[in-house]
């Protein structure tokens, strides 16, 4: 299983030359578990990346395309109306989440913001509203509610001893909600994890829904996963901000890294 990060950052594509090594664009990831066989993580505008990328390998194993959305605030959603997919007559394009999907997509795409109406793509939409887990071949895929403004899910993928979770937008509750988080989380073998807060931040943003490399570094060690990967950079953090905060999570747990865009993870099944 490759999980390849499109996009690391939250709210807005920021860019700048303080910011090239991690990337400016919204989350996205994919998660390749065979030539056949690939799933999407959220449609933030590193989708569209992710859309570039495979038109020029030709569209390969596009007939269905899985994309699982967190929640619909607009850093997560924005990337879908110019991802070149979704204009292929060809593709079935399976949208999984919350209640809400298609009405979300129909008010994002329609006059006088999108010349191209949500009804008027080409791929053939289909939207799965989910709560409890759904297969996708032989991979496991269970939503699990996050701590955040208008609720958000994580994603907990299972697949043939691999567990990767997929912890975006969350602000530790010290409640029931971290008690599912790390009960799902138990034993993973990578855990992606929103950090976007500094720890001198939180003051000031209480109830924005985030969370600091201490809260990861502390949901990691709690869950026991074997790798951390901190997701979701604030904007506004440039390059050395965020390996700062990488630098200080290895001292705590030294399998931990700061995603970037164009980073490739393998994951590798637990013993």
């Given at each position: 299983?490759?999980?390849?990060?499109?996009?690391?950052r939250?709210?807005?594509p920021?860019?700048?030359?303080?910011?090239?090594?991690?990337?400016?664009?919204?989350?996205?990831?994919?998660?390749?578990?065979?030539d056949?066989?690939?799933?999407?993580?959220?449609?933030?505008?590193?989708?569209?990346?992710?859309?570039?990328?495979?038109?020029?390998?030709?569209?390969?194993?596009?007939?269905?395309v899985?994309?699982?959305?967190?929640?619909?605030?607009?850093?997560?959603?924005?990337?879908?109306?110019f991802?070149?997919v979704?204009?292929?007559?060809e593709?079935t394009l399976r949208?999984?989440?919350?209640?809400?999907?298609?009405?979300?997509?129909?008010?994002?795409?329609?006059?006088?913001?999108?010349?191209v109406?949500?009804g008027?793509?080409?791929?053939k939409?289909?939207?799965v509203?989910?709560?409890?887990?759904?297969?996708?071949?032989?991979?496991?895929?269970?939503?699990?509610?996050?701590?955040?403004?208008?609720g958000?899910?994580?994603?907990?993928?299972?697949?043939?001893?691999?567990?990767?979770v997929?912890?975006t937008d969350?602000?530790?509750?010290?409640?029931?909600?971290d008690?599912?988080?790390?009960?799902?989380?138990?034993?993973?073998?990578l855990?992606?994890?929103?950090?976007?807060?500094?720890?001198?931040e939180?003051?000031?943003?209480?109830?924005?829904?985030?969370?600091?490399?201490?809260?990861?570094?502390?949901m990691?060690?709690?869950?026991?996963?074997?790798?951390l990967?901190?997701?979701?950079h604030?904007?506004f953090?440039?390059?050395?901000?965020?390996?700062?905060?990488?630098?200080?999570?290895?001292e705590l747990?030294?399998?931990s890294?700061?995603?970037?865009?164009?980073?490739?993870?393998?994951?590798?099944?637990?013993?």
């Amino acid at each position: 299983m490759d999980v390849v990060f499109w996009g690391a950052r939250g709210s807005v594509p920021c860019s700048s030359k303080q910011k090239i090594h991690y990337g400016t664009n919204t989350p996205c990831l994919e998660v390749v578990l065979s030539d056949h066989e690939r799933m999407v993580f959220d449609a933030g505008t590193g989708l569209v990346s992710l859309g570039n990328h495979l038109e020029k390998l030709g569209f390969p194993n596009c007939g269905v395309v899985h994309l699982f959305l967190s929640h619909f605030h607009w850093d997560h959603v924005q990337g879908l109306p110019f991802f070149k997919v979704v204009y292929r007559k060809e593709t079935t394009l399976r949208l999984y989440g919350q209640p809400g999907i298609e009405l979300a997509f129909s008010r994002q795409m329609t006059a006088p913001f999108s010349p191209v109406p949500f009804g008027a793509l080409p791929a053939k939409i289909e939207v799965v509203t989910i709560n409890k887990p759904v297969m996708v071949g032989d991979a496991r895929i269970t939503p699990v509610p996050l701590h955040h403004p208008q609720g958000c899910y994580a994603y907990v993928l299972e697949h043939r001893g691999r567990k990767v979770v997929y912890a975006t937008d969350t602000e530790p509750d010290h409640g029931p909600m971290d008690e599912k988080l790390a009960e799902a989380a138990g034993g993973a073998s990578l855990l992606i994890m929103d950090s976007n807060n500094a720890v001198e931040e939180v003051p000031l943003r209480k109830g924005w829904g985030h969370s600091t490399w201490k809260d990861c570094v502390a949901m990691a060690k709690r869950a026991k996963v074997s790798k951390l990967v901190l997701f979701h950079h604030d904007p506004f953090h440039d390059d050395e901000e965020v390996s700062k905060k990488q630098r200080l999570a290895q001292e705590l747990f030294p399998e931990s890294v700061c995603a970037y865009e164009g980073m490739r993870v393998k994951v590798e099944a637990r013993v």
